[in-house]
């Protein structure tokens, strides 16, 4: 079993924080224009077990604006920790994103399963069923939608494990910094990979 970092009692600071500065960034910018998003330099690379610069820098960068291009991308995060869920759904919506919260494995798979997901994040060790299990089962109906884990189980083979399930990303709590980066970086993949496909058929 990986290496479990402590219960994540010290991000509910960092969100208050990154509330702060989201009202600071919205009072600068008024209530008529979008805030910009720009992705961090770094996010960890799936298969090759490094962090790899992606460009940009969103040190202390909060989106919480709905894009002008249309609505609020769901995403589905799954844990069996009350105060990560709590913290996570309040992080999404900072972000921009719509949180869609499940406590379970079941509840997870009946949201995955009900389409209109955007994105999923999985806990590795959960105590119903591992996260690498509920990756394998929603493989198993939907290769396209991306996946990553956010999880404290942070050996190199617990990472691994996750990626070879069909994740696209594995970040290890308690990182926060390259949270939001990820999460973006993973959903415009998706999105510029529909378009691809959508131009290819039209073709």
Not at 34 to 51: C, F, L, M, N
Not at 177 to 187: A, F, S, Y
Request: aromatic content about 6%; overall charge negative; charged content about 25%.
């Amino acid at each position: 079993m990986g290496e479990i970092m402590p219960a994540p009692t010290h991000f509910l600071k960092k969100v208050g924080l990154l509330r702060i500065e989201l009202e600071r960034d919205l009072s600068l910018v008024g209530g008529d224009h979008p805030a910009v998003s720009h992705h961090d330099k770094t996010s960890w690379i799936e298969g090759q077990g490094r962090y790899q610069d992606i460009g940009g820098n969103c040190e202390g960068e909060m989106t919480a604006m709905t894009s002008a291009l249309g609505a609020r991308k769901r995403i589905l995060f799954v844990d069996d920790d009350e105060e990560t869920r709590e913290m996570m759904n309040a992080l999404l919506g900072i972000y921009g994103y719509e949180p869609v919260i499940a406590s379970s494995v079941d509840d997870a798979l009946e949201h995955a399963m009900g389409g209109g997901i955007d994105l999923c994040i999985l806990d590795h060790w959960m105590t119903e069923l591992n996260g690498i299990d509920l990756c394998n089962k929603i493989r198993a109906f939907d290769a396209r939608t991306p996946i990553m884990f956010y999880s404290g189980a942070g050996y190199e083979a617990d990472i691994q494990k996750g990626l070879n399930a069909g994740a696209q990303a594995y970040l290890v709590k308690p990182d926060i910094e390259h949270l939001k980066p990820t999460i973006d970086r993973l959903i415009d993949d998706a999105v510029d990979q529909y378009s691809s496909n959508n131009v290819s058929f039209s073709l």
